[in-house]
């Protein structure tokens, strides 16, 4: 059994061990999406909703298939989880607001592909986490990654004023930006023990 | 499009799997799949056995994929694609565990993680479902060594820098000191960007408009 506070959970999966920036998981949509800050922050709450339930359905399902001694359904059944919750997130967003379904486009329903979901529900089966860890890892993941993404976004808006060579324009300045941020989270690290 | 559909003309076969490979690269050209690139790539070795099992993936899912197309509904068929992908990744899940405990330590959950590069997915969807079986496997293979040529350049330059040695052999003798930069996740990125430059810059000075 894993013993950690939920607080240091939280702070963990948050800032020290970034999904985005020192994790590598959720690259696509943090590249994909982060041209404007308003997207990045509607498409970080939809990333975290979708976090939470299938952390909570990776956590009874971890049970069930420990019950039935079946291990090696873990991969298949988490992924069928997670392709219903984005499914559920996507009907909930299109009834409710027909702009940010727009403005998410192809990254809405590439929420089942980013690697941040299932990282997460894997992380947490291994780690052994009970229940209220696993919602403060969820959620500390879920920050996490609106924040990389906000802040990605906030550079970018300033990067598409300012004069970059052509050859540097568009992933290869992005990627070096997303270097220098993931060295600024590494200062993060120690926090919260 | 129409002239993929020419099937039986060796030549247009040996241009299905160039183009996988190099001007339709998976990581440098498409920016797909990009997360396993950037996490597994410390050293050669983790970046040869990524590629391999990701390839084996691709290949597999890709011909069953084709195989069944047509009896897949359209509206359940990324839910399919993904179950079929979901069993190949168990499959090489322990086949690696069976082959190399250690290998299987240092990638950890990254080749869980198979299952979600986009990579994969994006071949099932955009050329197995519509192509006849030996296109499609030609096509995967493609990809695939395309994506692990670009797992090695990442893991090439990041050993050398970061360790001073290439596969596990020295290169720069003991007394050269390893930027541990390179090692750490700022590095990947670094790198990453670095490689896109340069393909960037080749592709521009041969006139091709950018994407």
């Known amino acids: 059994m894993n013993t950690g506070t939920p607080w240091q959970i939280f702070i963990d999966a948050c800032l020290i061990n970034n999904f985005v920036l020192s994790l590598f998981l959720g690259i696509c949509p943090f590249l994909g999406v982060s041209g404007k800050t308003d997207t990045a922050v509607r498409m970080g709450a939809a990333v975290m909703f979708v976090m939470l339930v299938s952390s909570t359905c990776a956590y009874g399902i971890h049970h069930v298939l420990v019950l039935i001694n079946a291990p090696y359904l873990h991969l298949i059944s988490y992924i069928v989880v997670i392709a219903s919750a984005v499914q559920l997130v996507e009907m909930f967003i299109k009834k409710f607001s027909p702009a940010l379904f727009q403005a998410l486009g192809i990254f809405l329903p590439l929420i089942t592909t980013n690697c941040a979901i299932l990282g997460l529900a894997l992380f947490q089966t291994n780690r052994q986490y009970d229940f209220v860890q696993s919602l403060s890892f969820a959620l500390g993941a879920g920050v996490g990654f609106t924040l990389a993404l906000l802040i990605m976004s906030g550079i970018r808006e300033r990067l598409e004023l300012s004069d970059v060579s052509s050859i540097v324009r568009g992933a290869a300045v992005t990627l070096m930006v997303a270097g220098v941020l993931s060295m600024a989270f590494m200062g993060f690290a120690g926090m919260g023990r | ?211």
Request: hydrophobic fraction near 55%.
């Open chain 2, 1 to 211: 499009m129409t002239s993929e559909r020419v099937a039986g003309k060796a030549d247009k076969n040996v241009e299905v799997l160039i183009k996988g490979f190099w001007r339709d690269n998976p990581v440098f050209v498409m920016l797909l799949g990009m997360c396993p690139v950037l996490a597994v790539t410390n050293s050669v070795i983790n970046a040869l056995a990524m590629g391999m099992a990701t390839t084996f993936v691709l290949f597999m899912s890709s011909t069953i994929v084709s195989l069944i197309r047509r009896l897949i509904p359209k509206q359940v068929r990324i839910a399919s694609f993904i179950l079929i992908i979901a069993t190949f990744v168990t499959v090489v899940e322990y086949l690696i565990q069976a082959i190399s405990l250690e290998i299987h330590k240092s990638l950890g959950a990254f080749i869980s993680l198979i299952v979600v590069n986009c990579v994969i997915l994006g071949r099932a969807e955009a050329f197995a479902s519509k192509n006849p079986v030996g296109k499609s496997m030609l096509d995967a293979l493609g990809v695939g060594v395309g994506f692990t040529f670009a797992c090695l350049c990442l893991g090439f330059v990041r050993e050398l820098l970061g360790a001073g040695t290439i596969a596990g052999v020295s290169v720069f003798g003991s007394s050269f000191e390893g930027w541990s930069i390179m090692i750490l996740p700022g590095g990947a990125f670094f790198v990453l960007g670095a490689w896109l430059l340069l393909f960037n810059w080749l592709r521009e000075r041969k006139g091709v408009p950018q994407t």
